[in-house]
């Protein structure tokens, strides 16, 4: 698998309900950031968790990080039909020097349904 | 303030031509990033520019694409000749340089999207 890998890959739900995407990835990192894209659309940054943080909320976003296990999660809460888009989480590798690359996972795909 | 912005938003062209994409970063921003969202796969990081540098360029995919930032403001990304298999969508983004943490937020454009038929 590749660092920064999402699941599931595609998400259904109905409006009101939450959502939970995972994200898992294989080095050590510095930060982990999660980003929405709607079709056709650029990429919208969400949240940005760094290594020390376990725990991080955005209004009605709840992104966890467990860098034991190498893995965070993105909740949100009430989902509306206008969440509909893709969700990617980004990781830079902490490699001892500066390194702002980020690595994508594939995305999960969510459609709220009204 | 202005987000990134990229131009064009579309381009599509035939095998062989060349094409020039460019990004406004947010102003102030030290650091511009490309990166590229093939069909079916991850976006993928391209290179990194701090000011008028090149800071790292291991994801170019070969010596067909060259990437400028001129006075380190906007950079264009020159392909040339351009083969079908660099369609896609290619991301420009821009993040302040912030010595206290390793990474700071990248806020990204809206992407071209390139067709090479």
């Known amino acids: 698998s590749q660092q920064g890998e999402e699941d599931p890959q595609a998400l259904s739900i109905q409006e009101g309900e939450n959502a939970t995407m995972n994200c898992s990835y294989k080095?050590?990192?510095?930060?982990l950031q999660w980003y929405r894209q709607n079709s056709g659309r650029g990429l919208v940054h969400l949240i940005l968790?760094?290594?020390?943080?376990r725990e991080k909320h955005s209004g009605r976003l709840r992104v966890t990080l467990d860098t034991s296990k190498k893995s965070s999660s993105l909740l949100i809460t009430a989902s509306r039909a206008a969440d509909t888009a893709s969700y990617f989480c980004?990781?830079?590798?902490?490699?001892?020097?500066?390194?702002?690359?980020?690595?994508f996972g594939k995305g999960t795909l969510l459609t709220v349904n009204p | 303030e202005a987000g990134v912005t990229q131009f064009p938003s579309h381009s599509v062209i035939e095998k062989g031509q060349t094409v020039t994409l460019r990004c406004d970063p947010i102003?102030?921003?030290?650091?511009l990033y490309w990166y590229r969202r093939v069909m079916g796969k991850e976006i993928k990081f391209l290179l990194h520019?701090?000011?008028?540098?090149?800071?790292?360029e291991s994801g170019m995919p070969n010596n067909r694409f060259l990437a400028e930032r001129t006075g380190g403001t906007y950079s264009t990304l020159k392909v040339q000749p351009a083969e079908l298999e660099d369609s896609g969508v290619y991301f420009c983004?821009?993040?302040?340089?912030?010595?206290?943490?390793?990474?700071?937020?990248?806020?990204f454009g809206p992407g071209t999207r390139l067709t090479v038929l």
């Open positions: 983004a821009s993040s302040q340089d912030n010595y206290r943490v390793s990474t700071d937020t990248q806020y």
């Open positions: 080095t050590s990192i510095n930060n």
């Open positions: 968790i760094r290594s020390n943080e």
């Open positions: 980004a990781t830079d590798e902490a490699s001892g020097g500066s390194n702002y690359k980020l690595t």
């Open positions: 102003s102030g921003h030290d650091n």
């Open positions: 520019f701090v000011k008028e540098s090149k800071q790292d």
